[in-house]
């Protein structure tokens, strides 16, 4: 029963938890459904009056341009240039037009000195630009996005959202997009939130009023965070005070009273206490063949039970970082040193059964058919009982809330749920180092909170976990250490508040101020970094309670 009516010209974002139906009703628009996904449907979907059932899907490509999540999965030209022309290649135009054409289009999104590169030598900000001047080229008149910022650094992320809405003022273009991290859509100006459950659009507001009311905590999805510390301290949230930007929200002196209060009321931090060192990175340097150093001189201690965040821009080395640890890539100088022992040498087998590593992008670890047996099959490799194999498998499948799609075919599942499968495929063999690339990319608040409270579990077991993570609001929470790695080389270990207080490692590292800080900045709070502290030790305890 989806009624819905976009405006030509509107930018809307449409949320809601996995599941919901966002993503169906993207291809509903797109034309995915009914010509690629079969199913049953009834009632009637209409773009510039036309009704897409009488249409086919070449047609409706036409009207409707989208960038998928997993970008990779869109890209067919070898060169940027190649990719870009590749829909008007298909329309026989031209060539001097279509040389014209894409040199415009790739002035557009700013990747006009790129259109001789490859495409998989990008960073993400630079494959999401060459994804969007693909779309483009074809003059479409909607714009359709689908999660734009999952694999995105902080700071990437925030020029993406800018590059979006400067492209749909300039073209005036219909522009729907798709995607978890609301506050960071909210970065520049959207007409309208349209939140899903459970197959039904819940509420469809300005983002004032949807601020204003609870229907984002109902359907389990993350509010602003600087809209949760008002909330814990007490403010009644308005749409007057316009809440939907940290930057212009206005606060009254009985406001800002009680949040002073809030945060002045005495909370007992924890502090980890760590001795016994697990994991050694000694002045390790590497570079692939044919390039200048990928990492230079990294150096760090791991103590066995941490869990620590790696963070850094799109490209900065972060997961070449995790592939030498894990043996994926070898080093060219320096050592690796697990229990007191250098492993440099040590096969990829010998190093994975004390060493697990999520990949970032899911297709690239997916072996098996089914989920059941991609979960099992690092145990049935290790020559695991079955009895016992059933046991650990069903177990993870739960706790990652795959249980109910054991026996699906993994070809069915969304990228998001992938994820979730090739975390459970390293979970279920119990590492004693941990290592996840982008373990919450593309989940939902609900489906994070159960990961992680995971991922916390087993790291109070003594399981020690590294995250590679552009996520701020992880880092902030989970933590306790963050490594930045900027330009191949280590430029920070210190906490995840010390490191988003230094505006300079920020900048160097693409990184983004939370909101929280900025909230603390607007009311002249002394000491920003405790404040946001106590928020994050405040809300751990609240989420704890309700789940």
């Known amino acids: 029963d989806i009624n819905l009516k976009n405006q030509a010209g509107e930018k809307v974002v449409i949320v809601g938890p996995s599941g919901s139906g966002k993503s169906t009703l993207a291809h509903c628009i797109n034309g995915l459904v009914p010509f690629a996904y079969r199913g049953e449907s009834s009632g009637a979907c209409l773009i510039n009056g036309k009704e897409t059932n009488s249409l086919d899907i070449f047609q409706l490509s036409k009207m409707v341009g989208t960038v998928l999540q997993d970008l990779d999965g869109q890209f067919i030209g070898l060169t940027v240039g190649e990719d870009i022309a590749f829909a008007l290649e298909n329309d026989r135009v031209e060539q001097k037009k279509m040389h014209k054409r894409v040199t415009q289009v790739a002035g557009l999104v700013k ?32 714009l359709l996005f689908d999660e734009p910022l999952a694999n995105l650094d902080p700071a990437t992320g925030k020029h993406a959202i800018a590059l979006i809405d400067d492209l749909q003022k300039q073209t005036d273009k219909t522009t729907i997009i798709i995607e978890h991290r609301l506050e960071d859509v909210l970065y520049r100006d959207v007409d309208r939130i349209i939140v899903m459950s459970e197959g039904r659009i819940v509420a469809d507001a300005a983002p004032s009023e949807l601020l204003a009311t609870d229907v984002l905590a109902k359907s389990h999805l993350r509010e602003p965070l600087y809209l949760k510390a008002l909330q814990y301290a007490g403010v009644a949230i308005s749409s007057e005070m316009s809440p939907e930007h940290i930057e212009r929200i206005t606060l009254t002196n009985q406001d800002e009273k009680k949040v002073r209060q809030w945060y002045q009321h005495p909370v007992q931090l924890v502090k980890d206490k760590k001795t016994e060192t697990i994991l050694q990175v000694e002045n390790l340097s590497f570079h692939y063949p044919n390039a200048q150093h990928t990492l230079t001189d990294i150096t760090f201690t791991i103590q066995k039970g941490e869990m620590v965040s790696i963070v850094g821009k799109n490209g900065a080395g972060k997961s070449t970082l995790s592939k030498l640890i894990c043996g994926f890539e070898r080093h060219q100088t320096g050592k690796i040193i697990y229990q007191d022992k250098d492993i440099s040498k040590e096969s990829i087998t010998k190093r994975a059964e004390a060493i697990g590593l999520v990949m970032q992008n899911p297709n690239q670890m997916i072996s098996k058919h089914l989920i059941f047996d991609e979960v099992a099959l690092g145990l049935r490799l290790r020559n695991v009982k079955e009895d016992e194999i059933r046991q650990r498998v069903e177990k993870t499948l739960t706790i990652c809330g795959l249980y109910a799609f054991r026996n699906w075919p993994i070809s069915a599942l969304s990228f998001g749920q992938k994820k979730r499968v090739t975390i459970a495929a390293i979970l279920v063999l119990e590492p004693a180092v941990l290592i996840l690339d982008e373990p919450t990319a593309g989940q939902d608040f609900r489906h994070y909170t159960e990961i992680m409270s995971f991922l916390t579990e087993l790291n109070q077991q003594g399981i020690t976990i590294l995250m590679i993570t552009h996520d701020m609001h992880l880092m902030l ?55 946001v502290s106590k928020f994050i030790h405040y809300d751990k305890g609240v989420r704890k309670t309700w789940q």
């Open 111 to 142: 990747i006009e000195n790129l259109l001789n590169a490859s495409t998989h030598e990008l960073s993400g900000g630079q494959k999401q630009r060459v994804s969007m001047a693909g779309v483009l080229v074809d003059d479409v008149d909607i």
């Open 477 to 531: 929470e989970y933590t306790s250490r963050t490594l930045v790695i900027g330009e191949g080389k280590l430029l920070a270990d210190a906490s995840a508040i010390e490191v988003l207080a230094n505006e300079s490692l920020i900048a160097q590292a693409n990184l983004t101020k939370t909101s929280l800080y900025q909230l603390a900045e607007k009311m002249s709070i002394a000491d920003p970094q405790d404040f």
